[in-house]
């Protein structure tokens, strides 16, 4: 799995790759997101509704929130269309030898995404938010 954050002001861009999704890998993601927030600047996280998407895991984290999407809008989260475009360039259809063939297919599809600044921009800059 690829956690994955991008910042359409900054073009900063974090990922993290786990086994499995929960709430402890989703913390130490939004702890990277809090991590790589510029001194003084505020993150903002646009999440839908998994089990391991809650607002309690940014209680303790003072420059990250979370904003939740209704249920079923895909459409309104950008990164949406990032695992779309990971899976028809890079992860459909195949076969892994491992766990460690699958983490660096997930790390060289995650790098050749954000390659590409204009692609990046793109898929996750939307007029209508203001930054």
Request: aromatic share 8%; charged share 20%; with cysteine.
């Amino acid at each position: 799995y690829i956690f994955g954050a991008v910042c359409p002001a900054t073009l900063e861009m974090e990922a993290l790759i786990a086994p499995h999704v929960d709430k402890v890998f989703m913390r130490w993601h939004l702890e990277q997101i809090s991590a790589k927030t510029e001194v003084g600047k505020h993150a903002v996280v646009i999440m839908d509704g998994a089990g391991w998407h809650q607002a309690s895991l940014v209680e303790k984290i003072s420059n990250v929130s979370i904003i939740k999407l209704p249920p079923c809008s895909p459409e309104l989260n950008p990164i949406e269309q990032v695992w779309s475009w990971l899976r028809q360039h890079h992860l459909a259809n195949r076969c892994f030898s491992g766990y460690e063939d699958i983490v660096n297919a997930c790390s060289a599809a995650w790098n050749d995404f954000i390659s590409n600044i204009k692609r990046v921009m793109q898929m996750c800059h939307r007029d209508c938010l203001k930054i």
